[in-house]
């Protein structure tokens, strides 16, 4: 699958984004779908994740009641929509699809099979 992200940008502590991640596949509803960023310096972390339906969500605690995933399954793109930003969430935010999505969703980078190019993040104090 390939996955390409887009929507980063410079903003303002506060201001918001919204990240785009369009995929290939013509399965992309079967494919549950995470979001990470790894900023300098540090490893990469999960954001968020959704399940092929949509039905099911999941946030890291970091994020929880500012970002918001969502996808549309007929355009194969999955989002995410951050508000509030804060200078702690500058990093190149990565796009991953899960193939073979378990009824958890899943949290760890390695068990992802296809990964977007990232796209930077930057919020300015």
């Known amino acids: 699958v390939q ?15 919204r990240l785009s991640c369009a995929a290939s596949a013509r399965t992309f509803s079967s494919y549950a779908m995470g979001w990470f960023r790894q ?11 959704i399940s092929g339906s949509g039905g ?18 007929a355009k194969n793109t999955v989002y995410l929509q ?3 930003l804060e ?6 935010y990565y796009c991953a699809a899960d193939r073979n999505p378990r009824l958890w969703l899943r ?13 930077q993040v930057t919020v300015s104090s």
Do not use: C, H
């Open 39 to 49: 900023a300098p310096g540090k490893e990469r972390e999960f954001v968020a994740a």
């Open 82 to 84: 951050m508000n509030s």
């Open 107 to 119: 949290v760890r980078d390695q068990e992802y099979d296809d990964w977007g190019q990232g796209t």
């Open 3 to 17: 996955l390409q992200a887009s929507g980063g940008g410079l903003v303002q502590a506060g201001g918001s984004l």
């Open 56 to 73: 099911r969500i999941y946030y890291a605690d970091s994020v929880k009641g500012r970002f918001t995933i969502s996808r549309d399954n």
């Open 87 to 92: 200078s702690e969430d500058t990093a190149v």
